[in-house]
């Protein structure tokens, strides 16, 4: 009904594989484009972006960049806590050792950066898999943790340990220190995301993408069709470290302004961007948004209704948030691991057919 | 049949080249067991050649020496007139050694157009720079490439199921998509690791059929392991007969029969 593929035909093999063959899928898309770009701007206070739209875009990226580590080389990791520091504290010391260099370039640097400690925390992932690769990236969280900590070079022998974000323009509009507009730091952590998706979506539907997905469903069979092993899991690695340090980068100088390593970028955050897939959806670009999406909303739709509304005390409402997300992990890795992006795909394959299934 | 130096012409009149593959002298060690016992034998440009033997006679060993997942102790392989060294199976892919599996070994989490196209993954290169930017070298590569896979999944008449994923299929069908991803790698020999077990009469029969159309139209030479003899027989050009890891036998289907070691191996004998 509204939803449908009839008269909808690919005359090419370019035509068939395009991101959004249907007509439906590819006008809601550029809708969103638009609004997210020349509307979503002018309307945005600061709450808004700094509550909202900041915390998505970023986590949307780091999303985008574990799942492609996860869910499509199924490598699992839990150093994106770690990987996230790496890009922020790259970031902090492009930042001031170039003070006349632009913000963009800091930002990519910081992810090619945490590309290389990427791969480099990548190597044992040769040998061991599952759990046993999940602890070993959990010694890079910790270890990377450890290291900003004691180590003073990584944040200039502040005093207090900290980093914190230099006054930095870009375009000539404040995004970093203290008196940015909200809609220019928007902006510049949106165009982070549509290259971030941009580039993902067409690393993993080419060749590439098909060596990570064949090493994730059957590490022997693709070898036997001559995927190096090797080359595919760093290049993985290296990947989704590059999106991880973008996005740690980005969480640091534009979103939170000073950082304590220990405190922002600990354990917690490797667990919360993983939830974020989980509930999101294994391999899917859409899952990484939806989850972060999710994770994001869930504490200001329940301080909305639970403290605003109902006049619940702000404790139970915080505690309540750990309960439903734990609850919805365990839901969704019984009744559908391939998270809120299959649910989103079961009901587009429903509507096509709606209402008239037979 | 006539043999020459340079290929034979077989009963149906098909021109079989030069030798492609040598085995010289395998020997296959697992700890204390003596998995191939000094084996040599060749495979011909553009036959089907089967190795048949009862079970645990070492047959799938052999092809794993092949495919290059066991390194033979002893002995050397031979590949397209030069000394193979030891290689890693993704190697021996890339030189244009394709298989299958006995037990299917297909990627569930995609779709069969999908599991085809990794087939192809030894002829695409563009670099990981021009795939994330997409438009340009790494669509073109793409699309030709789809032709090919495109190609196979019609030769093998599974148009129908290109886009649902494997996970769904039966096994009969698992079986024929596998066959197209080692074919989409336009493999110069194709090593069937037996292709038609626990298939019924129809399917065994269809696969058959697609054995060998792929010889006859692709010209692609065939190693193959089957339990089953009467399709071995009908099948094969040549036959290698394995017992315990040694060779009892080799040669056409009709003096393989006659053998009567391989007629001892698969009859037994009587011990007086």
């Given at each position: 009904?509204?939803?449908?593929?009839?008269?909808?035909?690919?005359?090419?093999?370019?035509?068939?594989?395009?991101?959004?063959?249907?007509?439906?899928?590819?006008?809601?898309?550029?809708?969103?484009?638009?609004?997210?770009?020349?509307?979503?701007?002018?309307?945005?206070?600061?709450?808004?972006?700094?509550?909202?739209?900041?915390?998505?875009?970023?986590?949307?990226?780091?999303a985008?960049?574990l799942?492609?580590?996860v869910?499509?080389?199924?490598?699992v990791s839990l150093?994106t806590?770690?990987?996230?520091?790496?890009?922020?504290?790259?970031?902090?010391?492009?930042?001031?050792?170039?003070?006349?260099?632009?913000?963009?370039?800091?930002?990519?640097?910081?992810?090619?950066?945490?590309?290389?400690?990427?791969?480099?925390?990548?190597?044992?992932?040769?040998?061991?898999?599952?759990?046993?690769?999940a602890?070993?990236?959990?010694?890079?969280?910790?270890?990377?943790?450890?290291?900003?900590?004691?180590?003073?070079?990584?944040?200039?022998?502040?005093?207090?340990?900290?980093?914190?974000?230099?006054?930095?323009?870009?375009?000539?509009?404040?995004?970093?220190?203290?008196?940015?507009?909200?809609?220019?730091?928007?902006?510049?952590?949106?165009?982070?995301?549509?290259?971030?998706?941009?580039?993902?979506?067409?690393?993993?539907?080419?060749?590439?993408?098909?060596?990570?997905?064949?090493?994730?469903?059957?590490?022997?069979?693709?070898?036997?069709?001559?995927?190096?092993?090797?080359?595919?899991?760093?290049?993985?690695?290296?990947?989704?470290?590059?999106?991880?340090?973008?996005?740690?980068?980005?969480?640091?100088?534009?979103?939170?302004?000073?950082?304590?390593?220990?405190?922002?970028?600990?354990?917690?955050?490797s667990f919360l961007v993983l939830f974020m897939i989980i509930?999101?959806?294994?391999?899917?670009?859409?899952?990484?948004?939806?989850?972060?999406?999710?994770?994001?909303?869930?504490?200001?739709?329940?301080?909305?209704?639970?403290?605003?509304?109902?006049?619940?005390?702000?404790?139970?409402?915080?505690?309540?948030?750990?309960?439903?997300?734990?609850?919805?992990i365990?839901?969704?890795?019984?009744?559908?691991?391939?998270?809120?992006?299959?649910?989103?795909?079961?009901?587009?394959?429903?509507?096509?057919?709606?209402?008239?299934?037979? | 049949?006539?043999?020459?130096?340079?290929?034979?012409?077989?009963?149906?009149?098909?021109?079989?080249?030069?030798?492609?593959?040598?085995?010289?002298?395998?020997?296959?060690?697992?700890?204390?067991?003596?998995?191939?016992?000094?084996?040599?034998?060749?495979?011909?440009?553009?036959?089907?050649?089967?190795?048949?033997?009862?079970?645990?006679?070492?047959?799938?060993?052999?092809?794993?020496?092949?495919?290059?997942?066991?390194?033979?102790?002893?002995?050397?392989?031979?590949?397209?007139?030069?000394?193979?060294?030891?290689?890693?199976?993704?190697?021996?892919?890339?030189?244009?050694?394709?298989?299958?599996?006995?037990?299917?070994?297909?990627?569930?989490?995609?779709?069969?157009?999908?599991?085809?196209?990794?087939?192809?993954?030894?002829?695409?290169?563009?670099?990981?720079?021009?795939?994330?930017?997409?438009?340009?070298?790494?669509?073109?590569?793409?699309?030709?490439?789809?032709?090919?896979?495109?190609?196979?999944?019609?030769?093998?008449?599974?148009?129908?199921?290109?886009?649902?994923?494997?996970?769904?299929?039966?096994?009969?069908?698992?079986?024929?998509?596998?066959?197209?991803?080692?074919?989409?790698?336009?493999?110069?020999?194709?090593?069937?690791?037996?292709?038609?077990?626990?298939?019924?009469?129809?399917?065994?029969?269809?696969?058959?059929?697609?054995?060998?159309?792929?010889?006859?139209?692709?010209?692609?030479?065939?190693?193959?392991?089957?339990?089953?003899?009467?399709?071995?027989?009908?099948?094969?050009?040549?036959?290698?007969?394995?017992?315990?890891?040694?060779?009892?036998?080799?040669?056409?289907?009709?003096?393989?029969?006659?053998?009567?070691?391989?007629?001892?191996?698969?009859?037994?004998?009587?011990?007086?």
């Open positions: 009904m509204f939803y449908r593929e009839a008269g909808d035909f690919s005359t090419s093999y370019a035509e068939d594989s395009q991101t959004f063959p249907i007509k439906f899928d590819r006008y809601r898309y550029y809708l969103v484009l638009f609004l997210a770009i020349f509307v979503v701007p002018f309307m945005v206070n600061d709450y808004w972006v700094n509550s909202l739209f900041l915390p998505f875009l970023i986590y949307a990226i780091a985008i960049g799942n492609i580590l869910g499509y080389c199924g490598q150093g806590g770690g990987f996230m520091a790496v890009g922020a504290y790259a970031c902090y010391k492009l930042m001031t050792s170039f003070p006349d260099v632009s913000m963009l370039i800091h930002v990519l640097i910081a992810g090619v950066i945490t590309a290389a400690v990427g791969v480099l925390f990548g190597l044992p992932s040769l040998r061991i898999k599952g759990f046993y690769l602890v070993a990236t959990l010694a890079a969280q910790f270890f990377l943790v450890w290291l900003f900590n004691r180590v003073p070079w990584f944040y200039n022998y502040s005093a207090s340990g900290q980093i914190s974000a230099p006054e930095r323009t870009f375009l000539g509009f404040n995004i970093t220190g203290a008196n940015t507009q909200a809609w220019a730091t928007y902006l510049f952590c949106l165009m982070f995301v549509i290259f971030s998706a941009y580039v993902a979506r067409n690393l993993t539907r080419g060749s590439v993408g098909r060596k990570w997905m064949a090493i994730r469903d059957m590490d022997i069979a693709a070898e036997i069709i001559g995927v190096n092993p090797l080359r595919a899991k760093l290049t993985a690695f290296a990947v989704s470290s590059f999106f991880i340090g973008i996005s740690g980068a980005l969480f640091f100088s534009i979103y939170l302004g000073a950082v304590e390593v220990g405190e922002v970028f600990g354990i917690q955050k509930i999101g959806g294994l391999g899917s670009i859409f899952g990484s948004f939806a989850g972060a999406a999710f994770l994001v909303l869930l504490p200001v739709a329940l301080k909305i209704v639970g403290v605003d509304w109902l006049g619940w005390p702000t404790d139970i409402v915080a505690h309540l948030q750990l309960v439903i997300v734990g609850g919805l365990i839901v969704f890795l019984i009744a559908e691991p391939h998270g809120l992006a299959q649910l989103w795909r079961v009901a587009k394959e429903k509507l096509r057919l709606w209402p008239f299934p037979h | 049949m006539k043999d020459q130096a340079d290929g034979y012409v077989t009963a149906d009149g098909r021109q079989i080249g030069p030798v492609v593959m040598e085995m010289k002298n395998i020997t296959l060690r697992f700890g204390g067991v003596e998995a191939i016992k000094n084996i040599s034998f060749d495979i011909r440009q553009g036959e089907i050649r089967a190795i048949i033997g009862p079970n645990g006679a070492g047959k799938s060993s052999m092809l794993n020496v092949i495919s290059g997942f066991y390194v033979p102790q002893e002995g050397e392989v031979w590949y397209k007139g030069a000394r193979r060294p030891a290689m890693k199976p993704f190697q021996v892919a890339q030189q244009g050694i394709a298989r299958t599996f006995q037990n299917i070994a297909l990627f569930e989490g995609m779709s069969v157009l999908d599991n085809v196209m990794t087939g192809r993954l030894t002829h695409m290169e563009t670099s990981m720079f021009w795939q994330s930017i997409w438009k340009g070298k790494a669509e073109r590569e793409e699309t030709e490439n789809r032709e090919v896979a495109e190609k196979i999944i019609d030769f093998l008449e599974i148009q129908a199921i290109r886009k649902t994923p494997v996970s769904r299929l039966s096994y009969g069908l698992k079986k024929r998509v596998e066959l197209a991803r080692a074919l989409a790698a336009e493999p110069s020999i194709l090593l069937l690791d037996e292709p038609m077990a626990g298939m019924n009469v129809e399917e065994k029969e269809d696969m058959s059929r697609f054995i060998l159309d792929v010889n006859d139209e692709f010209g692609t030479t065939i190693a193959l392991i089957e339990h089953d003899m009467g399709v071995v027989m009908d099948l094969s050009d040549r036959v290698v007969v394995m017992d315990y890891g040694k060779k009892i036998g080799d040669g056409t289907p009709h003096e393989v029969r006659n053998n009567q070691d391989v007629i001892d191996a698969y009859l037994g004998i009587a011990h007086d």
